[in-house]
C-alpha cells in the first residue's frame, strides 16, 4: 500500500465508487474507503432473513446515467438489469365508484391505453398526449444534469455562460410546451396532472411519483418537479424502463465496484472515516476510526452534507455563515422500508392470482385515491407516521428467483410517510418501530388479506434506521430534500454547487450535490471530472511556470 | 379628449379599484376612456356597504395599506376625498389562554413588547428579521413596477429592464441576494423559522405569506407571497395596516373621481358579455348585455383573466391549446368574510382592557404554525375548518364616521375568514351561510368571550357570493392563485404577463396580471403604461 493516494473518496456508495472510478481513470492513485461490510450504502443487497435476499434500501433503478454505464463498462462488469413491468393500482371495495376494481398500467402503450378507456376515454387520449408531452420535456431538461450549475452571487456575467444555452433551447420549445415546463417546476404533481385526468386512482398512483423521498404532499407546490424527475430514466431506454438489478441493488455496487477496480481504483470496507485531515485549510487526507490516517492529495467526500461538514470536518476550520448555511440545509426524511420473506404470494383481492401473475411482476402502488395520498401526508405533517401509508411494493423474487429459496418470495415495501421527527408524545423511532412495520402489513392486508399469513420474516427500516446503517443524515434517501430552493445553484449552498467546497482539496460529490439522489450516479462522475479538470489546470500552470 | 368616429381610446371592462386607476391614468394621459361596470355599484370587493341602519362596513376587503404611493400621488387622490389612518398597532394575535403576540407599527415598541412578553430570543431576532423583509420585499416591489420583459423576442426595452432589475438584485448586495434566491420557492413556515423562535409569533407573520391563498403555510412558495405583502410600502415584518377612512369604498370614490376629472366615462349597471373582434381578428369593441355595442381601439379587461378569455371571448379566435392553458388558470378561492355590528366594543381576554391594541388587525386562530396548517387542511377535503383562521378589524375604532347614524357605542367588526373553499364536497354554500357565520363568532368567543351577545347585526359573503356577485371565478379574490405558477414572467400564463392578451388590442388590468392581486394598484398602473404606449404608436 501506498504512503499516500492522490485521491481518497470517502463512502463506498454509487456516487463514491462511481467518483472512484472516473479519478483512477483519470490517471489519479485513488482509495475509495466505505464505513460498513458492504460497498453500496443506500443501494446493498443483504441476506436479512436466511435464504432470502433483499436489496434493504434502494429497491429499483432507471436513472443511472447511460454514458456512466458505457464509460465504465458496467455491463462488462457484471451489471445485468431486469425490466419491471407495469405499475398495479389495487382498489378496495368503497375505494371510489369503481371501488373493488383496479389500474393497471403496463409498458405495452395500446393495451395501457385499452385498460385507461375502461375508466374514462378522455384520460386514455390524454395519457398518450401526456406521455408524449412528458418526455419532450424530459429531452429539454435533461442537459441540465450534466450541466455545472452558476453561482448567481458571483456577479460575473460568464457565470451565465452555461445557461445561455439552454435559455436558447427553451426559447425554440413550442409555446405550449414552455408553459408546460413552468408548470412543472412550480405546481403541484396533483395540479399539474388534474389539467389532462380525471380518473382519481390513476392520477393518485402518477403523482405519487412526485413525492417519494420528500416531505411534501402531492398538492404540495414543487412535485411536479419531481415528477419529471423520474421521468429522467425513462427516455434512455424504452418509454418507462424501469428495472432491477439481477441479485438485487447490490448488484449496482458490486458491478460498479469492479469497473472502479479494474481502472485502478483500491477498495477497502470497515474503513469508517472519522475526521477529515487538514493543514493550513487544505485537506490533506483522512483519519480513519481506528486512528490510521491516510494521505491524499485530494479528498472527495460522497457522505451527505452534514455528515461531511458537521462531523468530519474539524470544528472551527469552516467559515460561520457557510456551517449556518450547511445547518440550515433541509433533511427531512419522510420514508421507511419494510423487507418481508414471504412463503407464497400476495393475492390482492381485486384480482385473484389463479390466472396469471403478470400485475405483480411491476411496482404495485398502494395509492387508491388523492385523499388516500394527501391524508397521508397530513400525519406526516403533524409528526405521525400515515394511519394508511402510500407504500410501491416490488416482488423482485418474481423476475430473480435466486433471491429467495425456491417456490418462496421477497417482497420490498417502500413507504411514506415516516417522519424523522416524530411527536415527541410517540417516543423515539426505536420504541415504534414495530408497530411502524404492523401499520404497514395492516396497510397491504386491506388490498391483500393474505399476505400475514404469508410472512415468514420481516425487516422494518425507519428513518432513524436508515441514519443509523446507511449514515444518511434524518434517513434522507436523497442526502437532502429535493425540494425547490435545494436544487441546482443552491444544492447544497449557494455559490459552492459546483463540488468544491471552501476548504481546498475537498470535494463533494454525493447526492447532496447537484442533481440530486436517486441511483442516477451523475454526481459521483460530475464531481469527479471537475476534479480531473482543476488538477489538469494545476498542472498546466506549473508547466506555464518552467 | 379623442373620441375618434364614435369609438373610445380604451373601454375598460370592470369598475373595480384596478379598473379605474387603469382608467384614470390612461385619460390622464389623454385618452378618451369608458369604465364599463357590470354592477350598480362602483369598486368591486374594494368597497364599503350598509349592514344595519346607520352601520357601514367593507365587505370582502379590508384595509387599503398596499395601495402603491405612486398611484395616489399621481392621481392625486387626497384631493378626490382619500384620507388614509395607520394605527400604531398593525397586529394583535390573541391565544384562548390570555397570551398574545403584538406587533408595532415602531420597530423598537414591537422589540419592546416581545421582551416583556418573555420572548427575548426573538426581541433580539425581529430587527434583524424585520431589515430582512424589508430588504427582499424591496426588491419584489421593483420586480412588481417591471412589466415583465418580453422573452420570446426581446428587444433593446427588454434588455434595459433586465439591466435595471439586474442593478436591483445586485443592490440587495450578497448575502441578500444569495438569500432570495434561496427563499422565493420555500415555504413560509420554514422562512419564518430561519430566524424566529416562538411558534405564535411564527405563525402572525406567516399568515401573510398564506392569506387570500389555498396554500398552508408548509406550501412551497408561500414566502414569496409573503415579500409580495412587504412590498412597496415597507410594511416589514410586521405588514402594513392602513384604513381608508369611509372604509375600502372610499378609495375607489376616490379613484372614480380621479378618472372623471380627466375626462373618463363611467358606466354602471353595463354588463359586457363579449369581445368583439373584426376580420383580422383584433379587439375592437365590446356588446353589453343589453346587446348595445360600443368600439374602442383598446379593450382593457379589468375582470379575471379566465372570464376575459373563456367568457368574453370567441372560442375559434382564441384557438383549442389557448383555450386549455386559460382554462386551467387555477382560481381556488377560499375566502368569506363576516360583518358583525356590535352595540358594544368587545372585551378581548389578551387586550387586557387596552383598546389601543385592538385598532390593527386582529389575528384569530394561528395560535402556531400548525393551527394554520390544520385550518388549511380541511380546505384540501372540500370542508370548512372546525377552527378557521380569522383575520379581523374593528375599523369603527379607527373612523366613528362608520357608525354614526347608529346608536351611541357600536361598533363594526369585519373577518376574513379562511379557509373556506368554494367548492364543497357536501353542502353547497346557499345552505351553510348562517353555519359559517355562527363559526366565525364562535372563533371570537374564544378570545373575546361575550362577543355574541353583542352582535346586533351580521352579514356573510360566502365564496359563492364573491363569484356571483362580484364576477370572480372560482370565487377567488386574487382572480388567479398566487402561486409559484403565476408569478411575474407566467401570471397569468406564460407568454401573455405583459398586459397584452392573445387577442390583439385586448388587454389584461386586473389582478390576474403581474404583480397580482391586493388592493395596490399595481396591475391598473402598470397596464395603463402599456396600453398607453400601444395606443401611441398606432
Known amino acids: 500500500m501506498p504512503a499516500r493516494y492522490d485521491a481518497v473518496v470517502i463512502g463506498g456508495g454509487h456516487n463514491g465508487l462511481i467518483a472512484g472510478a472516473y479519478l483512477a481513470r483519470g490517471g489519479l492513485r485513488t482509495l475509495i474507503l466505505e464505513r460498513r461490510h458492504v460497498l453500496g450504502g443506500a443501494a446493498v443487497t443483504e441476506e436479512i432473513v436466511r435464504g432470502f435476499r433483499f436489496s434493504v434500501a434502494s429497491y429499483v433503478v432507471s436513472l443511472l446515467r447511460p454514458e456512466i454505464i458505457r464509460e465504465l463498462d458496467l455491463p462488462g462488469h457484471g451489471l445485468h438489469i431486469l425490466p419491471l413491468d407495469g405499475t398495479f393500482t389495487p382498489l378496495r371495495k368503497g375505494d371510489g365508484p369503481k371501488g373493488g376494481d383496479y389500474l393497471w398500467r403496463v409498458n405495452d402503450h395500446p393495451r395501457t391505453v385499452r385498460e385507461l378507456r375502461r375508466w374514462s376515454l378522455r384520460d386514455a387520449d390524454a395519457y398518450e398526449e401526456y406521455g408524449l408531452l412528458m418526455v419532450e420535456m424530459a429531452k429539454f431538461i435533461k442537459p441540465i444534469l450534466g450541466l455545472l450549475p452558476p453561482d448567481p452571487t458571483g456577479w460575473d456575467p460568464r457565470e451565465f455562460l452555461p445557461l445561455a444555452g439552454l435559455v436558447r433551447d427553451f426559447q425554440r420549445l413550442p409555446a405550449r410546451e414552455q408553459a408546460v415546463f413552468v408548470q412543472l417546476m412550480t405546481m403541484s404533481s396533483a395540479d399539474f396532472l388534474d389539467q389532462w385526468f380525471e380518473t382519481d386512482p390513476l392520477k393518485a398512483t402518477m403523482a405519487a411519483s412526485g413525492i417519494i423521498g420528500t416531505y411534501l404532499g402531492i398538492r404540495s407546490p414543487g412535485t411536479a418537479y419531481v415528477l419529471l424527475h423520474h421521468y429522467m430514466g425513462e427516455i434512455d431506454g424504452a418509454f418507462r424502463a424501469w428495472g432491477i438489478p439481477k441479485g438485487g441493488t447490490g448488484g449496482i455496487s458490486e458491478a460498479i465496484g469492479r469497473a472502479a477496480r479494474a481502472q485502478g481504483a483500491e477498495i477497502r470496507t470497515e474503513a469508517p472515516v472519522a475526521r477529515l485531515l487538514t493543514r493550513d485549510g487544505r485537506a490533506t487526507g483522512v483519519a480513519l476510526a481506528d486512528g490510521e490516517e491516510i494521505e491524499a492529495d485530494t479528498v472527495v467526500s460522497t457522505a451527505d452534507a452534514k455528515v461531511t461538514f458537521l462531523d468530519l470536518v474539524e470544528p472551527g476550520l469552516l467559515d460561520p455563515s457557510f456551517e449556518a448555511e450547511i445547518r440550515r440545509f433541509k433533511f427531512r426524511g419522510s420514508s421507511g422500508k419494510v423487507n418481508l420473506a414471504l412463503e407464497h404470494l400476495p393475492e390482492f383481492t381485486c384480482l385473484p392470482n389463479a390466472e396469471d401473475l403478470e400485475h405483480l411482476r411491476g411496482a404495485i402502488s398502494l395509492s387508491p385515491s388523492t385523499d388516500d395520498m394527501e391524508r397521508a401526508y397530513d400525519d406526516a405533517k403533524y409528526g405521525r407516521w400515515s394511519a394508511k401509508p402510500y407504500v410501491d411494493i416490488i416482488i423482485p423474487t418474481l423476475v430473480d428467483p435466486a433471491m429467495a429459496p425456491p417456490g418462496k418470495h421477497v417482497m420490498s415495501c417502500f413507504v411514506q410517510y415516516a417522519p424523522y421527527h416524530l411527536d415527541p408524545s410517540l417516543g423515539s423511532w426505536d420504541d415504534n418501530r414495530e408497530a411502524f412495520g404492523d401499520t404497514v402489513v395492516d396497510r397491504i392486508a386491506e388490498f391483500a388479506p393474505n399476505i400475514r399469513e404469508a410472512i415468514v420474516g420481516r425487516q422494518v427500516l425507519t428513518p432513524l434506521d436508515i441514519e443509523r446503517t446507511i449514515g444518511l443524515t434524518e434517513g434522507n434517501i436523497f442526502q437532502g430534500e429535493l425540494s425547490l430552493e435545494q436544487l441546482f445553484f443552491n444544492r447544497p449552498v449557494p455559490g459552492y454547487a459546483r463540488f468544491r467546497t471552501p476548504i481546498r482539496d475537498l470535494w463533494l460529490a454525493g447526492s447532496s450535490t447537484h442533481p440530486g439522489g436517486g441511483i442516477m450516479g451523475a454526481n459521483g462522475r460530475l464531481a469527479a471530472l471537475e476534479v480531473l479538470r482543476a488538477k489538469r489546470g494545476a498542472l498546466a500552470a506549473v508547466g506555464a511556470g518552467r | ?538
Open chain 2, 1 to 538: 379628449m379623442t373620441v375618434v368616429g364614435g369609438a373610445y381610446d380604451a373601454v375598460v371592462v370592470g369598475g373595480g379599484h384596478n379598473g379605474l386607476t387603469c382608467a384614470a391614468y390612461l385619460a390622464k394621459a389623454g385618452f378618451g376612456v369608458l369604465v364599463l361596470e357590470r354592477r350598480e355599484r362602483l369598486g368591486g370587493i374594494a368597497e364599503t356597504v350598509e349592514i344595519a341602519p346607520g352601520v357601514r362596513s367593507p365587505s370582502i376587503a379590508q384595509t387599503v395599506g398596499r395601495l402603491r404611493p405612486s398611484v395616489a400621488r399621481d392621481l392625486d387622490l387626497r384631493s378626490h376625498g382619500l384620507s388614509l389612518v395607520a394605527p400604531a398597532v398593525r397586529v394583535f394575535a390573541p391565544a384562548a389562554d390570555g397570551s398574545a403576540v403584538v406587533l408595532w407599527a415602531d420597530l423598537e415598541r414591537t422589540v419592546e413588547e416581545l421582551r416583556r412578553r418573555g420572548l427575548a430570543v426573538d426581541a433580539a431576532a425581529y430587527p434583524r428579521f424585520d431589515r430582512l423583509v424589508r430588504s427582499l420585499g424591496g426588491f419584489i416591489a421593483e420586480l412588481g413596477e417591471t412589466t415583465p420583459p418580453d422573452i420570446a423576442s426581446p428587444g433593446l426595452e427588454d434588455a434595459l429592464r433586465g439591466l435595471a432589475l439586474g442593478r436591483a438584485y445586485r443592490g440587495l448586495g450578497r448575502s441578500d441576494a444569495r438569500t432570495i434566491l434561496r427563499v422565493l420557492a420555500m415555504a413560509v413556515a420554514d422562512f419564518v423559522a430561519e430566524s424566529l423562535q416562538s411558534d405564535a409569533l411564527r405563525a402572525a407573520v406567516a399568515w401573510r405569506g398564506v392569506r387570500n391563498t389555498s396554500l398552508g403555510p408548509w406550501s412551497a412558495g408561500t414566502t414569496l407571497n409573503l415579500l409580495q405583502d412587504a412590498a412597496g410600502n415597507d410594511g416589514g415584518a410586521a405588514g402594513e395596516t392602513v384604513f381608508a377612512r369611509g372604509g375600502p369604498g372610499a378609495l375607489t370614490q376616490a379613484l372614480a373621481s380621479a378618472a372623471r376629472s380627466f375626462g373618463a366615462e363611467i358606466r354602471t349597471g353595463a354588463e359586457v358579455v363579449e369581445v368583439v373582434t373584426n376580420a383580422a381578428g383584433q379587439a375592437t369593441g365590446v356588446r353589453l348585455a343589453s346587446g348595445e355595442e360600443i368600439g374602442g381601439r383598446a379593450i382593457v379587461a379589468a375582470v379575471d383573466p379566465k372570464q376575459t378569455l373563456l367568457r368574453f371571448v370567441d372560442p375559434v379566435a382564441l384557438g383549442p391549446t389557448l383555450r386549455w392553458r386559460a382554462g386551467n388558470i387555477r382560481q381556488p378561492g377560499t375566502v368569506a368574510t363576516v360583518s358583525l355590528a356590535l352595540s358594544a366594543l368587545p372585551a378581548f381576554t389578551a387586550a387586557d382592557g387596552d383598546e389601543r391594541v385592538l385598532r390593527g388587525r386582529i389575528l384569530v386562530g394561528a395560535d402556531g404554525v400548525d393551527a394554520l396548517e390544520r385550518a388549511f387542511d380541511a380546505a384540501k377535503y372540500g370542508r370548512i375548518s372546525d377552527r378557521p383562521v380569522v383575520e379581523a378589524t374593528v375599523s369603527s375604532l379607527i373612523d366613528r364616521s362608520l357608525v354614526d347614524g347608529a346608536a351611541d357605542g357600536t361598533h363594526v367588526l369585519h373577518a376574513h375568514v379562511q379557509w373556506t373553499p368554494r367548492k364543497l364536497r357536501d353542502a353547497d354554500w346557499d345552505g351553510c351561510r348562517d353555519e359559517l357565520g355562527d363559526r366565525v363568532v364562535a372563533a371570537l368567543e374564544r378570545i373575546a368571550p361575550g362577543i355574541g351577545a353583542l352582535v346586533t347585526a351580521r352579514r356573510v359573503w360566502t365564496p359563492l357570493d364573491l363569484e356571483r356577485d362580484y364576477g370572480l371565478t372560482g370565487g377567488h379574490p386574487w382572480h388567479a392563485e398566487p402561486a409559484l405558477e403565476s408569478f411575474f414572467l407566467w401570471r397569468p400564463m406564460l407568454g401573455y404577463a405583459r398586459y397584452r392578451m392573445p387577442i390583439d388590442r385586448l388587454y389584461l388590468a386586473g389582478s390576474g396580471a403581474h404583480p397580482g392581486g391586493g388592493v395596490t394598484g399595481g396591475p391598473g398602473q402598470n397596464a395603463a403604461r402599456e396600453i398607453a404606449r400601444d395606443l401611441h404608436r398606432r
